[in-house]
């Protein structure tokens, strides 16, 4: 970053009297630098882009192979991945209760499923029904409206059976929450549960994402569910 600084004080204090030769090919030097530094940002995030995919595609793979999936089970979770709001982690749809009732509900509105193999599904993977975000109907206010707490919350990873890890929530709204990243082992993308008590009202193992981190990696922005509610077949 020093380097930066360096070249951005050079460029304003060069003599006046350089030829209009000497200040092009300065001035190349420095929009060049700046457009190399543009390109490997944007060629780290493809490659963080591409990593992140593979992650996603080896989870869904050792989960459908854990759970003995046959070709139909999957092909139906193919189609219910179509409601989520980011395909690629369909592995929920498998690992959360929540996230597979939601998108079934979203399917079924427009299509009839076969009930046989949602039975399957969720015999083989054993998922449960908890009472979750369904009870936080009271939550239900515009999107862009947040409300500063201070209340105590538990969290963990999508694929524990239950959120457990002790934090604390700051805001919360209809669409997310911010809260303390217990040991900054939480990083953006990662895909969570939450519980909390608001007003005598428990909301139990909430599912949510990581939308990012906040400095330092000591707070998280979480954005609530994973499943679209407006998608159009």
């Avoid at 420095?30 to 080896?58: C, D, M, P, T, Y």
């Avoid at 929450?177 to 909301?203: E, W």
Wanted: glycine share 8%.
């Amino acid at each position: 970053m020093e380097k930066t600084f360096e070249v951005i004080r050079e460029l304003f204090v060069r003599d006046l009297r350089t030829t209009p030769l000497e200040t092009a090919l300065f001035l190349i030097v420095v929009f060049g630098f700046f457009g190399l530094l543009v390109l490997a940002n944007i060629l780290r995030r493809r490659k963080e882009k591409k990593q992140l995919s593979r992650l996603h595609r080896e989870k869904w793979e050792k989960l459908k192979e854990k759970h003995h999936l046959t070709v139909e089970e999957s092909g139906l979770l193919e189609k219910l991945s179509v409601f989520l709001k980011n395909p690629e982690k369909k592995y929920l749809l498998i690992s959360d209760y929540q996230v597979f009732q939601n998108a079934l509900s979203e399917y079924g509105s427009r299509n009839e499923a076969d009930g046989e193999l949602v039975g399957s599904i969720l015999t083989k993977t054993d998922m449960h029904t908890v009472s979750g975000f369904r009870q936080g109907e009271q939550l239900k206010r515009r999107k862009s409206t947040r409300h500063k707490v201070q209340i105590p919350a538990k969290i963990a990873p999508a694929e524990h059976t239950t959120a457990h890890i002790e934090t604390r929530m700051f805001n919360l709204s209809a669409g997310g929450c911010k809260t303390d990243n217990p040991g900054q082992r939480f990083h953006a993308g990662d895909d969570i549960k939450i519980s909390f008590l608001l007003k005598g009202k428990a909301y139990t193992d909430v599912p949510g994402e990581v939308v990012r981190t906040g400095p330092g990696s000591k707070t998280l922005h979480i954005s609530f569910g994973h499943v679209k509610k407006t998608h159009t077949v």
